[in-house]
């Protein structure tokens, strides 16, 4: 590649890799503090030149130690790369190549170096010092500021450089610093989310909560799905003791999670794929812009390299739901679950599973989300209401008992887990367990009082309870009474009245009470509604009041 090839190329990408390959768990570690000098390039090197007063003379570097490297081409491509910087140390594009290389794979303290040596050839350059700030902000922010300050010399327009330098100088606890920083971007760019967004963090370090407002608000005016943004606005909202709000914002957070890159061209890098793990960025990359086919092949390829990457199975599943192939989804989301277990994956698989009728199975795999993120309410709303339809009362009432722990006053749990807590009363009757269901109903409408049919039932199961120790005639009449007021055109609700009234011994009132209802019936010429309250009527005009068996027949 050329050297304008390479500066072409790496002015588009996102230098922060979206994802970390398995295979790679050392070359971070083995790289973070840089390897020990070692004897120079052959004579003629650049480095071998006095210094300029914009860059010092760049260090002698040594071969990186490629002995646990996992992936055979990434080997083959690094050794490549050193022998040729080895063989044309004045070429600025082979150490732009080599240090692009290293940095798109993490080796963050190598790739600077590489870049210092492209300084010490290109001094006016304002990206091969930048480029070594950024990559040097986590192992040594004293050098990785001094880079900046000399990038800064070059050029001192671009907003996303003083950013960078305000987050090295709050770094080093020079906040006064890093606020003129901070504020110099916003001046020069006010569309700079990134500024706007240290700002605010900084002001939630400094204890100014309102400033630190002000300044997130302007942030998410520009990217309202910014998880970031969102979280630090939640923390803001915290500290102003404005609870709701912070948990909305909170949720948000939780819902937009995912790595983005900073608004940062000139430190952007970008190689040509290698390694599993780059094809599968790569893939991420081309889904972003909705290249889809192109993003498959990539991924295809990622597989080809290792098919134990569990990101490459579960992006491919969203491209192959994306275009109505559940039956591979299902199996690429199989594949990824079974490798790399996520909330995400689990929820996706559970979903394809539950359109696909496969209730149970749907099911499990959406409480395997749920404990895999308890933070996440929506999943424990979702599995509830599953479990609702599935008629599993006593685990959908588990599931929004979960949902109003974390939220309670929210009016739709409540009314969800009336309805499965009714559901599981209704069990508890037909298994003869009476005593249970008249708790369990108690219990419903405790969540949803306002929940009439809760009332109605809990009056009927009170009224007509064949055990004496769980009727309670006055209790039913009053809950009753309470339930069909202003419902007179109910037949259920004048049913479950008429049996409390019977249970406290005003038969009179039973009477007149099982006739609306009988009128009501015959008038919608509902066969069985007119058996059922005809039998009811001579009950209560012999003066008997009504007992109903487990199954809701009436006992003689």
């Keep these: 590649m050329t050297a304008g090839g390479v500066v072409g190329a790496i002015a588009r990408a996102p230098l922060r890799r979206a ?3 398995a295979a790679l768990p050392l070359l971070a570690a083995l790289h973070a503090c840089g390897p020990e000098p070692a004897p120079a390039p052959p004579a003629g090197d650049a480095s071998s030149a006095a210094p300029s007063a914009a860059a010092p ?11 646990h490297v996992a992936e055979e081409p990434l080997r083959v491509a690094i050794e490549a790369a050193w022998q040729r910087v080895v063989r044309e140390p004045q070429v600025l594009a082979a150490w732009v190549d080599y240090g692009t290389l290293l940095a798109t794979h993490d080796w963050r303290v190598d790739a600077a170096a590489a ?22 902000a986590t192992r040594d922010v004293e050098k990785a500021l001094a880079a900046v300050e000399r990038a800064l010399r070059l050029d001192d327009g671009y907003a996303p450089a003083h950013v960078s330098r305000g987050k090295l100088l709050r770094d080093l606890s020079r906040y006064a610093d890093a606020r003129a920083c901070f504020e110099k971007a916003t001046a020069l760019d006010a569309r700079n989310l990134d500024a706007w967004l240290a700002l605010g963090q900084l002001s939630l370090e400094e204890r100014a909560p309102e400033a630190a407002e002000a300044a997130l608000r ?17 923390a803001a909202c915290f500290a102003l003791k404005r609870k709701e709000e912070a948990e909305r914002y909170a949720k948000a957070a939780r819902d937009y999670a995912a790595k983005l890159a900073p608004d940062d061209p000139r430190a952007a890098l970008s190689a040509p794929p290698i390694t599993a793990g780059d094809y599968t960025d790569a893939a991420i990359a081309r889904m972003q812009q909705g290249r889809s086919a192109e993003a498959e092949a990539l991924l295809l390829q990622a597989l080809a390299l290792d098919r134990k990457s569990a990101v490459a199975w579960g992006n491919l599943a969203r491209l192959q739901l994306a275009r109505g192939d559940t039956q591979s989804a299902e199996q690429s989301l199989l594949e990824a679950t079974a490798l790399v277990p996520t909330a995400t994956t689990l929820r996706s698989l559970a979903r394809l599973r539950h359109g ?12 395997a989300a749920a404990a895999l993120d308890r933070d996440d309410i929506e999943l424990a709303r979702e599995l509830g209401g599953w479990l609702l339809e599935a008629s599993r009362f006593a685990e959908a009432a588990d599931a929004f008992g979960a949902v109003l722990a974390a939220r309670p006053q929210e009016r739709d749990a409540m009314t969800q887990l009336g309805k ?7 069990e508890q009757v037909r298994a003869a367990r009476p005593a249970e269901a008249a708790a369990t109903l108690r219990r419903a409408l405790a969540a949803a009082p306002t929940q009439v049919d809760h009332e109605r039932q809990l009056a009927l ?6 055990d004496d120790a769980v009727r309670n005639g006055a209790e039913a009449l009053r809950l009753a009474q309470h339930a069909s007021a202003g419902r007179t055109d109910e037949p259920e609700m004048l049913d479950a009245l ?3 009234q019977a249970e406290t011994g005003d038969f009179d009132a039973a009477v007149a009470t099982i006739r609306q209802a009988l009128a009501l019936v015959r008038a919608a010429k509902n066969r069985a509604g007119i058996d059922l309250y005809e039998s009811r009527l001579q009950r209560y005009r012999a003066a008997k009041p009504l007992r109903l068996a487990p199954d809701g027949t009436a006992l003689p």
């Excluded at 499965?420 to 209704?426: Q, S």
């Design 420 to 426: 499965a807590l009714r559901g599981l009363a209704a």
């Design 356 to 367: 696909r009728g496969k209730a149970s199975e749907a099911i499990d795999h959406l409480r």
């Design 218 to 234: 302007k942030a998410l005016a520009l990217q309202a799905k910014h998880p970031e943004v969102n979280s630090a606005l939640a």
């Design 498 to 500: 008429a049996a409390a």
């Design 461 to 466: 199961l009170l009224a007509t309870c064949p």
């Design 57 to 67: 003379t760049a260090p002698a570097l040594a071969k990186p130690d490629l002995t």
């Design 115 to 136: 870049f210092e040596r492209a300084e010490a050839l290109e001094p006016q350059e304002f990206r091969w010092p930048y480029l070594q700030g950024v990559l040097l």
């Design 19 to 21: 994802l970390r390959r």
